[in-house]
T-cell receptor
Framework: NAGVIQTPRHKVTGKGQEATLWCEPI?????VFWYRQTIVQGLEFLTY????????DSGMPKERFSAQMPNQSHSTLKIQSTQPQDSAVYLC???????????FGPGTRLLVL | GEKVEQHESTLSVREGDSAVINCTYT??????FPWYKQEAGKSLHFVID?????DRKQSQRLTVLLDKKAKRFSLHITATQPEDSAIYFC????????????FGQGTKLSIKP
């Protein structure tokens, strides 16, 4: 079992550029969650899919951030016009249907210069 | 919305002693309470959880206690070992089956030889 896979592990972008982060959930897991971790804000929920359908995006910044899950094997988080305050570790987690336990990937460390 | 507070930002115990990390939550609708461990430079690793239908759960050296009346839950680690050193995060979720996690700010546990 490879666990949750996130790519890239590190990304550096210039202010105003676009960043796309990828997540491959554990095989058979039907729910995918995105979180963001910073020193100041801690761990924050962003958005969540179940069976590829968006369920809760209450944590997503309304502008510039979007997420998709086009198939059961991957999800993407896209940040348009990146800003320095978007610098964070973006974590993806997955879980089985009707199971609470979320398993986290290694994260993508995004640095916006 | 739900808020989770972790009372100890740092905790230092001697190897072999017990450690206790305390969390409180605000929303009585919260029903699922997991704990995660984060070692330096790594992602979140699930360690133990408890659901609101019980008030105690034990797994080897780890015990979680839940006091719904006080809206408080705690992680007890007995016979601490150097490899227990990490940041521990508590979290709460309002859904039994899947749902976003609201995290505490983390407790850095150091085990002294």
């Amino acid at each position: 079992n490879a666990g949750v896979i996130q790519t890239p592990r590190h990304k550096v972008t210039g202010k105003g550029q676009e960043a796309t982060l990828w997540c491959e959930p554990i095989s058979g897991h039907s729910a995918v969650f995105w979180y963001r971790q910073t020193i100041v804000q801690g761990l924050e929920f962003l958005t969540y899919f179940r069976n590829q359908a968006p369920i809760d995006d209450s944590g997503m910044p309304k502008e510039r951030f979007s997420a998709q899950m086009p198939n059961q094997s991957h999800s993407t988080l896209k940040i348009q016009s990146t800003q320095p305050q978007d610098s964070a570790v973006y974590l993806c987690a997955s879980s089985l249907v009707d199971q609470d336990t979320q398993y986290f990937g290694p994260g993508t460390r995004l640095l916006v210069l | 919305g739900e808020k989770v507070e972790q009372h100890e930002s740092t905790l230092s115990v001697r190897e072999g002693d017990s450690a206790v990390i305390n969390c409180t939550y605000t929303d009585t609708a919260s029903s699922y309470f997991p704990w995660y461990k984060q070692e330096a430079g790594k992602s979140l690793h699930f360690v133990i959880d408890i659901r609101s239908n019980v008030d105690r759960k034990q797994s080897q050296r780890l015990t979680v206690l839940l006091d719904k009346k006080a809206k408080r839950f705690s992680l007890h680690i007995t016979a601490t070992q150097p490899e227990d050193s990490a940041i521990y995060f508590c979290a709460a979720s309002m859904n039994y089956n899947q749902g976003k996690l609201i995290f505490g700010q983390g407790t850095k546990l150091s085990i002294k030889p």
